[in-house]
């Protein structure tokens, strides 16, 4: 398979991911606090992300079982995305308004179905991917997953006072069936004869010289960002923007740009290596979110709101390829699905616990402080790879020991 026809596979697998989280994520946060619910009671909504916490549990399983004459991915990954729409179905018939908790549920499977399709995912991209790809590949793997975030987290806010509940899930719906298209007529090669891994494969990963100061460096470096803009959407509806602003200002406009960013972070890892780019995106990250508190100390003009998403989206985008390209570096070829899984998963809950918290600081501490503790936050959370690092150079481990 030529590398444009990989890249464009996995762009329709993680636009497909992309989806559902950007409906979960920045959907439902605004809607939640438009029908007047607290701000710990919005963040507290994300340990729905929970299953994406929790699919480590379950990945050896799809790294184990699977077709291997319909493909050993393909076999997961086709159902669950049919699955999904299913899902989206059935919730076009649920009214959040009236039945919430209904609605939350089906959020909940949402999650479990893309989490676990993640998996599968993760683990083709693994396998397809040669080393010098990684850099492109997961700044496409990136800009994709975010362009589904636009479109369910963006563009359906912006239209859902016209399209309304049910139309929003059936948009969904037959959004994710199209991008089934490139993967149910896509021939996946025949894995190589080998023992499939079982559930041995936790003890492995974690004997793995320098694991434990790996994933400590994984989980704290997202940590800050999601603890800050996890309160970003609520904020936006108490200084008075509606669903449809707050959508075209972060799910459309801030989300191109983070597009635009993994694009052009996937670009730069590849041209000046994994380690240098990771410090300094990481430095750039904690700049913009500190931006935000120059919206929460009052100046809130259209084209200042704007330039600070475009900026925040943008870095975010450049330190998440970078960073994904590394644990994907970590990830061994015969348990691709399950170490990259384990890897992502500590990113997931460490972002989950962040923006659980962020509600607790933004009502005790008000908005703009709140941004300022994220931003140190975030230049924190970089000590670990910084101490990670230095065990690369002195030899203590060859986890993402790359240029």
């Known amino acids: 398979m030529t590398p444009a026809g990989k890249l464009a596979l996995l762009a329709s697998l993680y636009l497909a991911q992309g989806m559902p989280y950007g409906f979960f994520s920045q959907f439902l946060p605004a809607m939640l606090r438009e029908q007047g619910v607290s701000l710990e009671g919005v963040g507290l909504a994300s340990l729905l992300a929970l299953p994406w916490a929790l699919k480590f549990a379950w990945a050896p399983l799809v790294d184990r079982h699977g077709s291997s004459r319909f493909g050993h991915r393909r076999s997961w990954i086709v159902p669950l995305q049919l699955l999904t729409v299913v899902t989206l179905l059935a919730l076009s018939l649920v009214e959040p308004t009236v039945d919430l908790q209904a609605m939350l549920l089906g959020v909940l499977v949402l999650n479990f179905l893309a989490s676990t399709q993640d998996i599968a995912t993760d683990g083709l991209a693994v396998t397809i991917l040669a080393p010098q790809e990684r850099g492109l590949g997961n700044g496409v793997q990136v800009a994709a997953y975010r362009l589904g975030m636009i479109l369910c987290g963006g563009v359906l806010l912006i239209l859902y006072p016209w399209l309304g509940w049910a139309r929003v899930c059936q948009c969904m719906a037959g959004a994710i069936a199209l991008t089934t298209l490139p993967i149910a007529g896509f021939r ?168 659980s918290l962020s509600g607790f600081s933004a009502a005790r501490f008000g908005y703009t402080d709140h941004f300022l503790i994220a931003a140190g936050m975030c230049v924190l959370g970089a ?9 690369v150079r002195r030899g203590e481990t060859e986890l993402a020991n790359l240029p």
């Open 188 to 355: 996946e090669p025949p894995p190589e004869e080998q023992e499939r891994p079982g559930l041995a494969v936790f003890a492995e990963f974690f004997r793995r010289p320098g694991m434990g100061s790996w994933l400590l460096a994984i989980a704290a470096f997202k940590l800050g960002e999601a603890f800050g803009v996890g309160m970003l959407r609520p904020f936006f509806i108490d200084v008075g923007l509606s669903l449809s602003d707050i959508g075209w200002l972060t799910g459309t406009a801030g989300f191109i740009a983070s597009l635009v960013g993994a694009m052009v972070g996937g670009a730069f890892v590849a041209s000046y290596g994994r380690w240098r780019c990771l410090f300094v995106f990481a430095a750039v990250q904690a700049l913009a979110v500190a931006s935000y508190a120059i919206a929460a100390a009052g100046w809130r003009d259209g084209w200042v709101l704007y330039a600070l998403c475009t900026f925040e989206h943008f870095a975010s985008g450049m330190a998440t390829a970078a960073l994904f390209t590394m644990m994907m570096d970590a990830s061994r070829p015969r348990t691709a699905g399950t170490d990259y899984t384990i890897q992502a998963s500590v990113v997931v809950l460490a972002t989950g616990v962040g923006a």
């Open 383 to 391: 000590l670990p790879a910084v101490l990670h690092w230095r065990r």
